[in-house]
């Protein structure tokens, strides 16, 4: 089958490989239970690390556009998982400050008690992805759209190292109004100092296995995150 996968313009990152999948399926209109090409394909046709594919992957499976099965592929989900899902993403885009505000403090809740997993549970890799993630994070230099991607995917990396799947689920279900939340609040990188210290300083009790002070900063970081966007609805 093909799928005329391109690869994606500008730089290759987590999102433009979601949009590039979803458009193909969308435009090209496979049906139910077709199978993508496999993985080693879709990362020459697309041009990007395995890492970033199957993290694409993934989160269109939370979104319910495939489903991965485990030495079988990636197939095409059900015309009802994929009515529901375009509909959720048409309606990201069009939520008001005020109707983001749920959306945001259902991500509050969930990311709080991720992080106080992550830091019970975290391995080494966790530990080693996080900290690679930080480090892009403090390059206030690169473009505001890039370290959005980057912001999203160590809050993302927390969720996998938490180790509970219904979370991270439940986050990849609400992907567009979290970033479309995050577009809204977060300052320029240059603006950003509170951020990039909250940042550092949720890694740092990660790191430590302290779930008390994972907590305390994830909700200090919440806290200006929903004070923000309370700001912008007028709240």
Known sequence: MSTNLKSPQRKSSVDQVVERIRDVIQKQKLTAGARLPGELELVEQLQVSRSVLREALARLQGLGLVEIQRGNGTFVAGKEK????????????????????????????????????????????????????????????????????????????????????????????IYEFVVTQMAKTTPTPRENKLGRRLHREIYSAIESHDPDAAERVMREHMEVVLNRLKKEAGV
């Open 82 to 173: 994929l009515a529901h899902c375009v509909q959720l993403l048409q309606s990201a885009v069009t939520l008001a400050p005020r109707e983001l505000l749920s959306y945001a403090e259902l991500r509050a809740a969930i990311e709080v008690q991720a992080v106080r997993l992550a830091a019970e549970r975290a391995s080494e890799d966790d530990l080693s992805d996080l900290r690679t993630l930080l480090k892009e994070l403090d390059s206030i230099d690169r473009p505001y759209e890039e370290l959005l991607d980057v912001d999203f995917r160590f809050h993302r990396r927390i969720l996998e190292a938490a180790q509970n799947e219904l979370m991270q689920n439940l986050m990849e279900v």
